[in-house]
């Protein structure tokens, strides 16, 4: 980013101050740099220091040393979201965040809940069942190393209300739910769509289980899609509405822009961050 005058300097602060208001219960971070490296621990550092209001850190995996980078960054209070993102290194995944703990001096009590893929069924990676057996052998793993807490199996509101079955594997429902992508919906209306998804989920689980958004955003950058314009100005409407309207049950989506990502299929996916 280049800026030529002062006054486009001090618009710039204003706007990533703008960014960090936004709170939520959590938000999740991925540790790339844009060209698709591994970030470095300074760098992570960096990245988390400017996290410290959210309670909950998301992580999808745990290769680039994230986990063990994460833990010595975050703020005392803060705990983790650990995902575990390839279904066949599950048990391998499970000792590097054993070993990571040990490495820092930390301990499964830094970590708010150990998930299990993301979006499998809603991508057409695997079944309900498969995903159960996912689930299953992550919860082998963790009982073995000493984990207690929640387990969860992350997909997308819409998986989960056309697969119920999804709703008995998991400790609480955790799932994935943009506004964007509702031809009809505007970004000033973003809070209140993401708290129908939470009601059809919650009722699709028949009002047993607890329901946690652990992603929702708006993209500042990419093609209009109906009612959802993609600008600045649109991300920091929705980001209020949804804060406004539920953001004690939600993770933001993302922390940073992911530049080393594909653009997708409406140019939004790099343009996420609610820091840029």
């Not at 101050?17 to 470095?40: E, I, L, N, R, W």
């Not at 830094?110 to 069924?121: M, P, Y």
Request: charged content about 15%; some cysteine; aromatic content about 12%.
């Amino acid at each position: 980013m280049k800026f030529t005058t002062a006054t486009s300097v001090l618009s710039a602060l204003a706007l990533i101050k703008q960014a960090t208001a936004f709170s939520a219960k959590g938000v999740s971070y991925s540790p790339y740099t844009d060209g698709g490296d591994c970030k470095t621990a300074a760098e992570v550092a960096s990245d988390l220091a400017q996290l410290t209001e959210f309670d909950i850190i998301r992580l999808y995996g745990v290769d680039c040393s994230q986990v063990e980078n994460v833990l010595a960054a975050k703020t005392s209070s803060q705990t983790i979201f650990q995902g575990l993102y390839f279904m066949d290194q599950i048990t391998s995944g499970v000792e590097t965040i054993s070993a990571a703990i040990e490495s820092t001096g930390s301990s499964w009590s830094d970590f708010n809940t150990i998930s299990v893929g993301n979006e499998l069924v809603n991508n057409g990676e695997a079944t309900v069942s498969q995903v159960a057996s996912y689930v299953e052998e992550a919860k082998t793993a963790l009982t073995a190393a000493g984990y207690t807490g929640d387990v969860v199996a992350v997909d997308t509101f819409i998986a989960v209300i056309n697969n119920p079955g999804l709703c008995e594997l998991s400790d609480y429902m955790a799932v994935n739910a943009h506004a964007y992508f509702d031809y009809n919906t505007a970004a000033a209306d973003a809070g209140p769509w993401v708290l129908e998804q939470i009601q059809r989920v919650w009722y699709a689980c028949n009002g047993e289980k607890n329901v946690l958004i652990t992603e929702t955003g708006w993209p500042y950058s990419g093609d209009t899609y109906g009612a959802a314009v993609a600008s600045t100005e649109a991300q920091s409407a929705a980001l209020t509405s949804i804060q406004d309207t539920c953001g004690n049950d939600v993770f933001l989506f993302s922390a940073f822009d992911h530049k080393w990502a594909a653009a997708g299929a409406y140019g939004i996916e790099q343009y996420f961050g609610i820091i840029h």
